[in-house]
């Protein structure tokens, strides 16, 4: 069984599933056409954005409970240091998704959806998930849950309505098959997290989606 992960953000690509001495850039990433954001979260595009229901043929492998690093950036194939991964005023979350799935590589994402990671607003810094993200040059990592059951995932991850899908083979584990969301479905365009003016006091932000799967 595959599955696969999804990260909201630019332009985003698998950096590495568990290993941080390898480099998986595009190797099991659903690329999306362009740097547009999906505009509607009604859509079948708010899963794996622009073209995303159609898999690629790579699968990279990462195992429960290890960390995944996810690279996300503004241009298509923009790696620079020098360069703001989300530059001007692009400021936002960071969420991360995964979803068990049969064919990580055909699978076009209906089933439901675990948040496995997430970074709003800090109203004491006054500092957005996208901000972080610059300040890491476009890394991202995160915990996969141990407790999840091995197989294929979707993991899709993204900042702000921008997202890409990675492809991916999680190992080890445990037997949780915890219940999640679907999209379209999970947002709705008056949600507090969404529907938001980010250049008036934010006193307490309100992510969009449902809390993080805690193990």
Same mark, same amino acid.
């Given at each position: ?5 999804? #990260? ?13 001495? %390898? =480099? ?17 979260? +009604?859509? @079948?595009?708010?899963?794996?954005? #622009?073209?995303?229901?159609?898999? #690629?043929? *790579? ?28 530059? @001007?005023?692009?400021?936002?979350? #960071? ?6 799935? +049969?064919?990580?590589?055909? =699978? ?8 496995? =990671?997430? /970074? ?17 040059? *476009? ?18 991850? *993204? ?14 584990? *445990? !037997? !949780?098959?915890?219940?999640? %969301? ?13 529907? $938001? ?5 934010? $006193?307490?932000? %309100?992510?969009?989606?449902?809390? %993080?799967? !805690? /193990?």
């Amino acid at each position: 069984m595959d599955s696969y992960t999804k #990260v909201r953000s630019s332009h985003s690509s698998l950096l590495n599933g568990g290993s941080p001495s %390898v =480099d998986e850039f595009n190797t099991c990433t659903r690329v999306p056409p362009s740097n547009s954001p999906v505009t509607t979260v +009604t859509s @079948g595009d708010i899963r794996c954005n #622009v073209g995303g229901s159609k898999g #690629v043929t *790579g699968i990279c492998a990462a195992p429960a409970g290890g960390n995944m690093t996810v690279e996300m950036h503004a241009q298509p194939g923009d790696r620079s240091f020098s360069n703001q991964a989300i530059e @001007g005023n692009h400021f936002g979350p #960071v969420i991360v998704y995964m979803s068990k799935v +049969t064919d990580a590589t055909t =699978d076009p994402g209906s089933g439901s959806w675990l948040k496995a =990671d997430e /970074e709003g607003y800090n109203s004491t810094t006054k500092k957005w998930g996208t901000d972080t993200l610059n300040s890491n040059c *476009g890394h991202r990592s995160f915990t996969i849950p141990a407790s999840i059951s091995p197989g294929a995932y979707l993991s899709a991850g *993204g900042a702000q309505l921008y997202m890409s899908c990675y492809q991916v083979n999680i190992t080890g584990g *445990g !037997a !949780a098959s915890p219940a999640g %969301v679907s999209f379209p479905g999970a947002y709705n365009a008056t949600d507090p997290g969404i529907l $938001i003016d980010i250049y008036k006091p934010i $006193i307490d932000y %309100v992510i969009p989606g449902p809390a %993080v799967f !805690a /193990e």
